[in-house]
């Protein structure tokens, strides 16, 4: 594989990875919510530390979906879109997804591997100029060239299809 390919690979698991977690993590921290509530309500004596408990517990998981579900997002759009920092973003990303087994330690490694070796010169190696259409050099220019391109041909002259054989002539 290329390191374009390595890249787009590992920007795309990214994405996947972290989406799964952003969603995991924000659905316990719905769940931690929903169970707060119901608590401080079924005992009203109580329900200013069950209500702190949970408070905390909830700050805890959120601050989790922050790190292990945005971090690898914004890793994978980084890598996706060749930033200048998606590669420190990227080690740090995989270094946190190592204590997730075992996708995340085979995504961190993978990762780590192909940013400290290849990754590191296909990062800083950025294209010289970037141009209005960005990571796609070969866009379509909706025609543009093409209809400067024809004032300069010469006009063809028509030459008219040949005529199709007559079937009804029965000699």
Avoid: C
Wanted: hydrophobic share 45%; glycine share 12%.
């Amino acid at each position: 594989m290329t390191p374009q390919d390595h890249n787009k690979t590992i920007g795309i698991m990214h994405l996947v990875y972290g989406g799964f977690h952003a969603l995991t993590l924000g659905a316990v921290a719905l769940v931690f919510i929903l169970l707060g509530l119901g608590a401080g309500s079924s005992n009203p004596g109580d329900a200013g530390d069950i209500a702190l408990g949970f408070g905390i517990i909830v700050t805890i998981v959120l601050i989790a979906f922050a790190v292990f579900g945005l971090l690898p997002l914004l890793a994978g759009l980084g890598l996706l879109r060749r930033k200048s920092w998606a590669r420190t973003v990227g080690i740090v990303s995989s270094i946190l997804m190592m204590l997730n087994m075992p996708f995340g330690m085979a995504l961190g490694i993978y990762t780590l591997w192909f940013l400290m070796s290849e990754g590191k010169v296909f990062h800083e190696s950025r294209p010289a100029r970037e141009d209005w259409r960005g990571a796609l050099p070969n866009a379509s220019t909706f025609g543009w060239d093409a209809q400067s391109a024809s004032r300069t041909r010469p006009p063809y002259e028509y030459v008219p299809p040949p005529q199709p054989p007559n079937w009804r002539d029965e000699s």
